[in-house]
């Protein structure tokens, strides 16, 4: 019988990560599931361990800190990661004179720049391993300019692009991308 295989998950105790770590432990992955609260990620391990009878690890981080998303991998290295899902990310809306500029600079950290260092730092795993998954989630607002989102429209335009560039380029097959199309909130 081959291996159980693991999938790291970012913002899996909400929304579209919570319905991906579902949709890996339907398909009998182990889990590590990464998001800032605790207690979120143990009502969230608890239920898909139920639910699904797989293994899951949390690890509490704030990926707004630079350093976040390599001590991520760091605490990980124990498991062996077979699919990598960048999913956590977050948006705010107003003019972009009226907005809080560290707010969005903490967004640019969490919707580029975590997903630029887990996708290389499993990249080069994977690569190495010759297996291996990565999905980032994009947004149809990386289509368009959102004058009331510019940030958070910028930030899905890097994902998108940066998603197909390394999916389709030289770098190989291994990327992932996968669009949510626009949810009420305007995402
Ligand atoms: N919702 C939509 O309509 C839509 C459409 C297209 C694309 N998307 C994209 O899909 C992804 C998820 O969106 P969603 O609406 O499903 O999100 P959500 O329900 O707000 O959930 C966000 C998840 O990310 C975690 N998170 C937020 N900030 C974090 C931080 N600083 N560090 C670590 N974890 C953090 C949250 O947990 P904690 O708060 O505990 O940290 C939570 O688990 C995003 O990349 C978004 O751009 C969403």
Redesign the pocket.
Known sequence: MATQQTALT?????????ELANCFAQDKYNLVI????QN?LNQTASELKQQFGIEVTTIA????KRE?PFEVYNESKGLQIDALVN?????QYGTFDSTDINREL?IIQ??IGAYVVFTKLYLQEFTARNEGKILL?????GELPGPLQAVYHGT?AFVNSFAESISGGKQGQQGHHHQ????P?G?
């Open positions: 970012t913002g899996a105790t909400s929304g579209i990560g919570r990464v998001a800032r609260d979120e981080k704030d990926l707004f976040a999913d956590a990310g977050q948006g903490d969490l919707n989630v994009g947004s149809i607002a899905k949510p199309a626009a949810g909130d995402y």
